[in-house]
């Protein structure tokens, strides 16, 4: 198994199962019964810490922060659209201006996930700030409004920026060494299961390898399938 491949998760899912068949199979006459405890102490571990890491404080704020900075923007460029509609022409060509940029730059932005969503934020602000349309969104008395999507944004990417922070702070302490011992329960379990079945062989062993053969299949499947999403999301973010 490649085990530099896995992330945390996968690598607990992975030999959550492979523990899970182990504690009902028949073991009877095998000699792997430290192993499999050992690995069965070191997932329970390593479950006890992703749930702490899934249960962030984080993930609520967040998710209030990004509805918070999604209103903000609807509201400046619905007041924006709002502007066009005006009967001085002065006014209405101020809103377009505004809406092009806007448009330019995605009008569901908001829409979007919250990496997509921060790096279109961060070139709209940048256009917006130029001091051509700072004077239009002014002639429109809609600075306030600008200067809530603004801080809004700010306030979303700060936050995120924290938990970046504190979730690394987490693995340096807790998931490395989780995921160290883990790795090494596995891979003490696996060589203990082909030692004896080549010097003492069994059809028990021989099932047993077959079902982890089968479960480190599957998870390959998965990394594969992650790598070719993260570089399709590389893509999409290069390009926003």
Known sequence: MYFSL??????????????????T??????????????????????????????????????RFFDHRRDESFIAFRNFMEASTHRKDDSL????????????????????????????KMASLIKELDLPVNQELIS????????????????????????????????????????????RIACEELFEAIEVLNRIAPNEKYTTIAQFINECTQKYMVVVRSRNTKNENAKTEVTEA
Do not use: P
């Open 6 to 23: 896995l992330q945390l998760n996968d690598l607990l899912g992975y030999s959550n199962e492979i523990n899970t068949y182990l504690q």
């Open 25 to 62: 199979a028949d073991m009877e006459g095998l000699q792997i019964t430290t192993a499999v405890n050992k690995l069965s102490g070191n997932v329970e571990k390593g479950l006890g810490v992703a749930n702490r890491t899934k249960s962030s404080q984080f993930t609520e704020r967040l």
């Open 92 to 119: 209405v060509q101020a809103g377009e201006q505004i809406c092009r940029s806007i448009r330019s730059h995605n009008w569901s932005l908001f829409s979007r996930g919250y990496k997509v969503q921060s790096a």
């Open 139 to 182: 002639q429109l008395t809609a600075l306030s409004w600008y200067t809530d999507m603004v801080e809004d944004n700010t306030a979303f990417n700060q936050l995120n920026e924290d938990k970046s922070l504190s979730v690394k702070s987490e693995i340096d302490y807790d998931t490395e060494e989780v995921y160290k011992n883990v």
